[in-house]
C-alpha cells in the first residue's frame, strides 16, 4: 500500500493551498484518513481526520479554516487549507488507517505518505 502525497509549496499568509494524497489500496472506502504535519522542532500533530463515513474533525489551530474530504471513487484525501498563517509552515503527511472510525494519534495509523512542505511566508 502507497499512499502519495503532492500539493505543498509555498503560500503566502492569508492564502489558500490544496493538499493531496493518493492511495493505492482497494480497500480505501473503508479506511479513516488523517493529515498530519510536523514543524522543525516540534512533534507531529494530528491536522484533520475523516472516518470512512465522511465525519470530520480538526485540531483547534485549524478549525474554520482547513477543510478535509475525501473521493472514494478516486481514492484520495484532500485538505484544502485558507487564511494562512505563517505557523502552519510543517511537513504534513496523510496518514491511512485500517479502520473505520478516525485516530488520533500517529501510531493509531498504518501507513504514511512521504511527505510534503508547506511553507506560509510573505
Known amino acids: 500500500v502507497q499512499l502519495q502525497a503532492s500539493g505543498g509549496g509555498l503560500g503566502q499568509p492569508g492564502g489558500s493551498l490544496r493538499l493531496s494524497c493518493a492511495a493505492s489500496?482497494?480497500?480505501?472506502?473503508?479506511?479513516?484518513m488523517g493529515w498530519y504535519r510536523q514543524a522543525p522542532g516540534k512533534q507531529r500533530e494530528l491536522v484533520a481526520v475523516?472516518?470512512?463515513?465522511?465525519?470530520?474533525n480538526y485540531a483547534d489551530s485549524v478549525k474554520g479554516r482547513f477543510t478535509i474530504s475525501r473521493d472514494n471513487a478516486k481514492k484520495t484525501v484532500a485538505l484544502q487549507m485558507n487564511s494562512l498563517k505563517p505557523e502552519d509552515t510543517a511537513v504534513y503527511y496523510c496518514?491511512?488507517?485500517?479502520?473505520?472510525?478516525?485516530?488520533?494519534?500517529?501510531?493509531?495509523?498504518?501507513?504514511w505518505g512521504q511527505g510534503t512542505q508547506v511553507t506560509v511566508s510573505s
Open positions: 475523516i472516518t470512512s463515513g465522511g465525519s470530520a
Open positions: 489500496t482497494g480497500s480505501f472506502s473503508i479506511w479513516s
Open positions: 496518514a491511512g488507517r485500517r479502520y473505520r472510525s478516525g485516530g488520533s494519534r500517529p501510531t493509531d495509523y498504518d501507513y
